[in-house]
Structures are given as C-alpha cells and as structure tokens.
Nanobody, 114 residues
Framework: QVQLVESGGGLVQAGGSLRLSCVVH???????VNWYRQAPGNQRELVAR???????YYADSVKGRFTIAVDYEKTTIYLEMNSLKPEDTAVYYC?????????WGQGTQVTVSS
C-alpha cells in the first residue's frame, strides 16, 4: 500500500516562495510523479511532472518559477515555488503513477496574497 503525505502549504505574499513536500510511504517506485493544483471553480491541472529517466515537464504558467525534484533516500517529492502570484492560489496535490495505478496525497492549500 502506498500513501502520500503532503506538507508545506500556507499563506504567502506575491513574489514570495514556498516549498511543498510529499512523503511517499510504501514502495517508492513510479512511472511518473506529478504535482497538480485545483483552484475553486476550476478543474484540476497538471503543474509539474518527473517521468522515469528524470524527464521533467512544467505547465507554461509555472515554467521558470517552479521546480519539481525527487529525493530517493527520503522518498520525498518536492515542489519549489518561487515568484508566486495570486493566480497560483489553489490546493496542491502530489500524485504517483505506478504501472497505471494512481496514488494521491490529501492536498495542501497555497494562498498567495496580492
């Protein structure tokens, strides 16, 4: 059984930074690790991804500001967020894809004030 536990969200002023963490409990193997976000009234959207082989993907809206990383020793997925904007306000979810099976964290709220 795989469980994902997120932390690191909070309230920050525009231009500030936050680092989200997602600890993976259980067998840490994956095809993809992802960070998604969902703002009120919006669909959940993919923010950043690492695919097997360390290939990364970023949504255009966060490119150059956000960085996804994996610490294999700590079995933790990070999302470093810099130059935050009010439109980054959302609940952020980490996601693990393992041979078609999907695992989700509980979500962590990020609020960026103007």
């Amino acid at each position: 059984q795989v469980q994902l536990v997120e932390s690191g969200g909070g309230l920050v002023q525009a231009g500030g930074s936050l680092r989200l963490s997602c600890v993976v409990h259980g067998n840490f193997v994956y095809n993809d690790v992802n960070w998604y976000r969902q703002a009120p009234g919006n669909q959940r959207e993919l923010v950043a991804r690492i695919r097997t082989g360390d290939r990364t993907y970023y949504a255009d809206s966060v490119k150059g500001r956000f960085t996804i990383a994996v610490d294999y020793e700590k079995t933790t997925i990070y999302l470093e967020m810099n130059s935050l904007k009010p439109e980054d306000t959302a609940v952020y979810y980490c996601n693990l894809v393992v041979f078609g099976a999907q695992y989700w964290g509980q979500g962590t709220q990020v609020t960026v004030s103007s």
